[in-house]
């Protein structure tokens, strides 16, 4: 089993993921690369970044939950804002805003 230890690993995992989308889709493959990991993996990150979990498990769980509940978030405020785009930016930024929000208060 293998397990992710340290934040550097998992850097450059990440790099490497990076570097191997850019040789295969070129910019445009690592502008998607970095705006999943940006809209999928960070607000659900600095979600469970409050609680005492491995490193590894934050990965992982961040981004299976920002694949399905920050979809499901931008799906609904859809119909009520009408705009897509409005949408992705409202649901990011409630979403960090909690994050930190419980970095800031939750240790009280």
Request: aromatic share 20%; no cysteine.
């Amino acid at each position: 089993m293998v397990k992710i230890g340290n934040r550097e690993f998992g850097i450059g995992i990440l790099a490497l993921i990076i570097i191997f989308s850019f040789i295969l889709f070129g910019f445009t493959g690592v502008k998607v690369v970095l705006g999943a990991v940006v809209v999928f993996f960070l607000p659900f990150y600095l979600i469970l970044d409050n609680f005492k979990i491995e490193f590894g498990e934050k990965i992982v769980f961040s981004f299976f939950m920002g694949i399905g509940v920050f979809s499901i978030f931008v799906y609904y405020l859809g119909f009520v804002v009408n705009s897509i785009r409005v949408a992705i930016a409202v649901t990011f930024l409630l979403l960090v805003g909690v994050g930190l929000g419980l970095k800031k208060f939750g240790k009280k």
